[in-house]
C-alpha cells in the first residue's frame, strides 16, 4: 500500500504543487487577517479545509489502486469512506453563517476570506468526484455515471445538512449511527423548521452537479 500511495503523490504532483500554494496562499491571508484584526474566529478554516482535501487524496490512492489493479476488493469500502468525508468540500460555503454574528469592521475581509477558502475546497471536490466518475466508467460502461453523480450530490447535500444544523461530524457515521439516524427522522418530520438550511445544502449540491455536468462536457468537446 504504501508503494501505492507513493505513485499516486507522483502520479499528481503538479496537482499537489498546485494545492500546496493554494494552501500557502491560504495560511497567509487567514494570518494577515489575524494580524489586522487580532481576532481568531476564522481560524477553524484551516481544520475545515483540511478536512475537505481528504476525499481528493483518498481518491488519488483509488484511481492508483484501479490503474495497478491493487487489491481492488478494498475500493468499494474505500468509496464509501470517500463519500462520507467528501460534504467536508461543499460544506465550507454555509460557513458564510458566521458573518451574521461577526464584526461588520472587517466585513468586507471576511466575506473575501470565506469565498477563498470555499472556492479551494469547492475545487479540491469537484477534482475527486470527477475521480470516482472516471474510475465508475472504466468499471463498466454500462454503469450510468452520471445518475449516480446526481445521487452522490443528493446524499452530499445531505450531509452538508447533517453537519450544519445536526452538528455530526463525519466520523460519527461510524460511532453515532443510531443518534443520526434517531435525530434525522426527528428533523425531517419537521422539514419546515430546517427548510432554509435544507435548501441551502440542496442549492450548494445542485452547484457540484452541474460544474461536474459542465466539466464533463468541457472534456467531451476537447
Known amino acids: 500500500m504504501l508503494e501505492i500511495i507513493k505513485t499516486a503523490i507522483q502520479s499528481r504532483l503538479k496537482l499537489a504543487k498546485v494545492f500546496l500554494y493554494l494552501t500557502g496562499f491560504a495560511f497567509l491571508i487567514i494570518?494577515?487577517?489575524?494580524?489586522?484584526?487580532?481576532?481568531?474566529?476564522?481560524?477553524?478554516?484551516?481544520?475545515?479545509l483540511f478536512l475537505a482535501y481528504i476525499p481528493l487524496w483518498?481518491?488519488?490512492?483509488?484511481?492508483?489502486?484501479?490503474?495497478?489493479?491493487?487489491?481492488t476488493n478494498l475500493l468499494l469500502p474505500m468509496g464509501?469512506?470517500?463519500?462520507?468525508?467528501?460534504?467536508n468540500g461543499p460544506y465550507?460555503?454555509?460557513?458564510?453563517?458566521?458573518?451574521?454574528?461577526?464584526?461588520?469592521?472587517?466585513?468586507?475581509?471576511?466575506?473575501?476570506?470565506?469565498?477563498?477558502?470555499?472556492?479551494?475546497?469547492?475545487?479540491?471536490s469537484v477534482i475527486s468526484l470527477m475521480d470516482i466518475a472516471e474510475m465508475m466508467r472504466k468499471k463498466s460502461g454500462k454503469l450510468p455515471v452520471t445518475a449516480i453523480v446526481g445521487l452522490i450530490c443528493v446524499l452530499t447535500s445531505f450531509g452538508i445538512y447533517l453537519g450544519r444544523d445536526l452538528r455530526f461530524n463525519s466520523w460519527d457515521v461510524i460511532v453515532k449511527p443510531g443518534a443520526i439516524a434517531k435525530e434525522t427522522f426527528m428533523r425531517l418530520s419537521h422539514p419546515e423548521s430546517d427548510m432554509i438550511t435544507l435548501t441551502a445544502a440542496g442549492i450548494i449540491g445542485a452547484m457540484l452537479f452541474m460544474t461536474y455536468v459542465i466539466r464533463k462536457l468541457?472534456?467531451?468537446?476537447?
Open 92 to 124: 465550507i460555503f454555509t460557513d458564510y453563517i458566521h458573518l451574521t454574528y461577526g464584526n461588520s469592521d472587517y466585513f468586507i475581509l471576511d466575506v473575501m476570506t470565506l469565498t477563498y477558502f470555499a472556492l479551494v475546497a469547492f475545487a479540491a
Open 80 to 87: 464509501l469512506v470517500w463519500l462520507v468525508f467528501f460534504p
Open 58 to 71: 483518498i481518491s488519488s490512492i483509488m484511481k492508483q489502486m484501479q490503474i495497478s489493479d491493487y487489491r
Open 218 to 222: 468541457f472534456l467531451i468537446q476537447k
Open 31 to 48: 494570518t494577515a487577517r489575524l494580524f489586522i484584526t487580532a481576532d481568531k474566529t476564522l481560524l477553524f478554516l484551516i481544520w475545515n
